[in-house]
């Protein structure tokens, strides 16, 4: 009698430890749910800062003599620039030599110096004013290319940026996220339960975030083309881009983003 109680006993455990399992293996059984959305926005944006490009050139005899004129000539030119709000920074800087023997006809001494430098102002300062000004206290190269003095070639002296782009181009990201997300569970008849606001939640994956500007700009290297350019993982893609004129500009941005839902028990 005791022995059939045991075994009764040992049965219903065997059961229960069956039955276990089979609801764990139901559990595992169950894959999460990938969803893919994407989203459309715009922004426009304007330049907040006005940047004249170019270089300073001195020479002289011996490289002392050239170095000594430049130095001069940039401290009468950061003095100005900081009377007018201005910030001065200066790149390169380039010693040249005449290899050719001296002739009569050369105008420039053996030694040359040249400082490359980018002049950022406000936007709404009086522009031509101050250049002016500069090339009077000494700026005389224009462009990025102030090495090259030959040729009849115009050089674009004046550009605009946008010194907050990035900031902008983050929220342009989050209303583009916002958007695909009201998208997807408006198309979605099961998504009632997870749709409780505008806000995406933290597990929306970016897939890709890609920026076009609506018209063709001018472009400082020349052409005219749309500005584009792709951001990841909250980093842009490329250098940031300037403008030849104080222009307001149009951004559209695309997103494609992932939602994976994982199981309910």
Not at 47 to 71: C, N, S, Y
Not at 126 to 141: A, K, T, V
Not at 206 to 221: A, T
Request: one cysteine or more; charged letters at 25%.
């Amino acid at each position: 009698m005791r022995t059939s109680r045991v075994a009764v006993r040992l049965l219903v455990a065997v059961l229960a430890l069956l039955m276990l399992h089979s609801a764990a293996q139901g559990q595992t059984g169950r894959t999460a749910q990938v969803y893919q959305m994407a989203g459309t926005c715009s922004i426009e944006v304007r330049p907040d800062a006005a940047v004249i490009v170019g270089g300073v050139a001195a020479g002289g005899l011996l490289p002392i003599e050239a170095v000594d004129k430049l130095e001069k000539q940039l401290a009468l030119v950061r003095g100005y620039l900081d009377s007018n709000r201005g910030q001065l920074q200066l790149l390169e800087r380039v010693r040249t030599l005449r290899n050719s023997p001296a002739r009569p006809q050369d105008a420039e001494p053996p030694f040359q110096v040249v400082q490359r430098l980018r002049a950022e102002l406000p936007v709404n300062a009086p522009i031509d004013q101050i250049l002016q000004r500069l090339i009077e206290l000494g700026l005389d190269r224009f462009g990025d290319d102030v090495l090259n003095t030959g040729g009849s070639r115009r050089e674009p002296v004046v550009r605009f940026v946008i010194r907050d782009l990035d900031a902008k181009l983050n929220d342009l990201q989050q209303r583009c996220a916002a958007a695909a997300w009201k998208a997807w569970c408006l198309a979605t008849p099961d998504a009632a339960g997870i749709c409780a606001g505008d806000k995406p939640p933290a597990e929306l994956q970016v897939q890709n975030f890609n920026v076009q500007s609506e018209d063709k700009v001018l472009r400082p290297d020349g052409g005219v083309n749309y500005w584009r350019f792709n951001v990841s993982r909250g980093q842009r893609s490329g250098e940031r881009p300037e403008l030849l004129g104080n222009v307001p500009l149009r951004l559209t941005g695309n997103l494609y983003a992932v939602y994976r839902r994982e199981p309910t028990l």
